[in-house]
């Protein structure tokens, strides 16, 4: 099993910047994937940006070179740095780990980020 704690979201105003934090505890050293998702009103959840064990980062294009995804060298914290937000950014945010042995999928509360024009 593995639990989050996310934390940083709020209200902020176009062009500015936010930093999402995800705690992750329990089986962390069986992570193979960790990363960021958001699902907008009336949207599907869709992929920020997502970590590998080994440091390889991927992200959505419409985030690219905006937000940056890092991981705490004790690879316990994840987090999303947000800069130049728009307010299509506007979405709950969502921390996600992947564990390829047995296919297991495991998700954070989510944390709403909200971008005024």
């Known amino acids: 099993q593995v639990q989050f704690v996310e934390s940083g979201g709020g209200l902020v105003q176009a062009g500015g910047s936010l930093r999402l934090s995800c705690a992750v505890s329990?089986?962390?050293?069986?992570?193979?994937?960790i990363g960021w998702y958001r699902q907008a009103p009336g949207k599907e959840r869709e992929l920020v940006a997502t970590?590998?064990?080994?440091?390889?980062?991927n992200y959505a294009d419409s985030v690219k070179g905006r937000f940056t995804i890092s991981r705490a060298s004790a690879r316990n914290t994840v987090y999303l740095q947000m800069n130049s937000l728009k307010p299509e950014d506007t979405a709950i945010y969502y921390c996600?780990?992947?564990?390829?042995?047995?296919?297991?999928?495991?998700w954070g509360q989510g944390t709403q980020v909200t971008v005024s024009s």
């Open positions: 996600n780990a992947r564990i390829y042995i047995g296919n297991r999928n495991f």
């Open positions: 329990g089986n962390t050293n069986d992570i193979n994937i």
């Open positions: 970590v590998t064990r080994i440091g390889s980062t």
